[in-house]
């Protein structure tokens, strides 16, 4: 098994602290922004439904075709999905823009972008050791159902780049560990929105020639 020594940044924000318990809750640690207009149950009801725009080819359960279960005759044309290759892996040159990168895809559910960098089964997912391919793929689908809009803001002066003394036969050179401060807010479909300044830190290094990610945590500040 292979060891990433991140735990103490395992702490989450707004929708991410959920990924972190028992570190802190979505109340505890998400602080309460200025209370959005109120959104009436009757515009929550009659709001056309979101469109799954995960690219893990992740579709509702209620959107299947021949699907005749609750919400049916309400559904428009079932939801198509089209196969998208995968884009390859490659070493990293720019490590700032990379350390964004891995948020900004992970705030769009864009499960493909990452899937070539994740190390299956050893990968530290805020907080969720030895996280799986297959668990990381249902943990963004369900943010997908959850959240309507995720908006992040980097502040590139903050960005560190640390490499440390973490070597073993399974990869080549050391670990590296490059993190970023973001001010980031949450929107789920009820109107509710979290929003949190985090550190956001990706711990990754070189296998065969290609970048694998080993860690992927945040904490909030």
């Not at 992040?152 to 960005?159: G, I, L, N, R, S």
């Amino acid at each position: 098994m292979l060891l990433v020594t991140m735990g103490t940044l395992a702490a989450g924000l707004g929708y991410l602290s959920l990924k972190n318990q028992p570190f802190a809750t979505r109340e505890q640690t998400v602080a309460q922004p200025t209370p959005s207009p109120r959104i009436t149950e009757q515009a929550v009801a009659t709001a056309p439904r979101a469109t799954p725009v995960i690219r893990n080819h992740y579709v509702p359960a209620d959107q299947l075709p021949g699907y005749h279960g609750e919400g049916a005759a309400n559904r428009s044309v079932p939801a198509v999905t089209q196969e998208v290759p995968a884009p390859r892996a490659t070493l990293v040159q720019d490590p700032a823009n990379f350390v964004m990168s891995v948020l900004r895809n992970y705030n769009n559910h864009d499960y493909l972008a990452l899937a070539p960098y994740l190390v299956s089964g050893h990968l530290n997912y805020f907080g969720h050791r030895e996280a799986t391919d297959a668990f990381i793929r249902h943990d963004m689908a369900n943010d997908v159902r959850t959240y309507a809009e995720v908006n992040c803001t980097f502040q590139p002066e903050t960005f560190k780049h640390e490499v440390s003394n973490e070597y073993s036969s399974h990869w080549e050179g050391p670990m590296v560990y490059d993190s970023i401060t973001a001010y980031t807010e949450a929107r789920e479909f009820n109107g509710k929105v979290h929003s949190a300044t985090t550190r956001f830190t990706v711990g990754y290094t070189s296998v065969n020639g290609v970048t694998k990610i080993y860690a992927m945590v945040d904490k909030v500040l």
